[in-house]
């Protein structure tokens, strides 16, 4: 296992820097698009091609991730692309800001995957439903975020800007690529499948939200909320990668004390295994047009 040294002894981009090399040296391949999964969804990193498996606790300056259902590793190889494999990172599972890890480390593999050369980034979640026509196994396509731990100013980007990284204030009106969000469509409509779209909105957790907390965010524009994403989507962006993102529908926001049973990250779990083939097939059929 590695030492990992925290950002007070090294600068930002010798984390990240060191981090990358760690990987090349356990597996050369340039990455093409980073893919993180969500709880729940772990299983699409079995069908990655000539895979390596390299645990976060071996890279140094990553964080380990211990909520149930993630695995806690990168599954590096190929997935079937439009002429030949696309070259994937898979994130089974991810680092939360609920964990106890800064922002900067559980953003650190966004930056690491721009390092290693890829271009776009597929992230998924699981997802409470605030939108009254949502149902528990369904797909929502992310057409934007509220990020209320980054309006609050929990952001990952707050502290010094490196320039090689992006810009100190970045543009996110366009944060979810509408060229692959169109191509997603179009493959959900070819599959049969039903998606949803909407907007996502990112607290910090781990609780879930009061009834009183859902009915505001219901208020203000949100269609699912989840304990991710928006700060993984602002880092993406800062540093110049594409963005695609899904929310797995796992359980429906209680408006009420006295609505429905209570959530649990049991139901999560089970319900992952119904969003699982369908989030599947839509994300191999993205690959196959890049």
Same mark, same amino acid.
């Given at each position: ?21 760690y990987l ?6 340039? =990455? ?9 969804l772990?299983a ?27 695995? /806690?590793?990168?599954? @590096? ?26 922002? =900067?480390?559980t ?7 721009r ?11 699981a ?31 707050v ?15 366009t944060?979810?690529?509408?060229e692959?969000?169109?191509?997603t469509?179009?493959?959900a ?6 998606l ?22 219901? @208020? ?8 991710s ?10 540093c /110049? ?13 209680? @408006?009420?004390?006295?609505? /429905? ?21 839509i994300?191999? /059929?993205?690959?196959a047009?890049?």
């Amino acid at each position: 296992m590695q030492a990992h040294t925290q950002p007070q002894d090294l600068s930002q981009i010798e984390v990240v820097d060191r981090a990358a090399a760690y990987l090349r040296s356990r597996d050369g391949r340039p =990455w093409q698009v980073l893919i993180v999964l969500g709880s729940g969804l772990g299983a699409l990193a079995d069908d990655v091609q000539d895979a390596v498996r390299v645990p976060y606790t071996d890279i140094p300056g990553f964080a380990r991730s211990t909520v149930q259902g993630h695995k /806690g590793q990168f599954v @590096l190889g190929t997935l079937p692309g439009k002429v030949s494999g696309v070259g994937v990172a898979v994130m089974q599972g991810r680092m939360h800001y609920y964990e106890g890890h800064p922002l =900067w480390q559980t953003t650190l593999p966004v930056r690491v995957a721009r390092e290693m050369g890829a271009a776009a980034m597929i992230i998924t979640n699981a997802a409470g439903g605030i939108n009254r026509d949502f149902q528990i196994g369904d797909i929502m396509l992310i057409t934007d975020h509220i990020s209320f731990v980054g309006m609050a100013g929990m952001n990952a980007l707050v502290g010094p800007n490196v320039d090689r990284q992006g810009p100190r204030f970045p543009e996110v009106t366009t944060a979810y690529d509408a060229e692959l969000r169109q191509q997603t469509l179009d493959v959900a409509h070819a599959a049969g499948i039903t998606l949803r779209q909407g907007v996502y909105a990112g607290v910090s957790g781990p609780n879930f939200e009061t009834p009183a907390e859902l009915r505001f965010l219901r @208020l203000v524009g949100a269609d699912a909320v989840g304990m991710s994403t928006v700060n993984e989507v602002t880092v993406a962006r800062h540093c /110049g990668l594409r963005v695609l993102g899904f929310s797995g529908i796992t359980n429906v926001a209680r @408006l009420a004390s006295d609505e /429905g049973p209570p959530p649990s990250h049991e139901e999560v779990n089970e319900a992952g295994a119904i969003i699982a083939p369908k989030m599947f097939s839509i994300i191999r /059929g993205v690959l196959a047009k890049q």
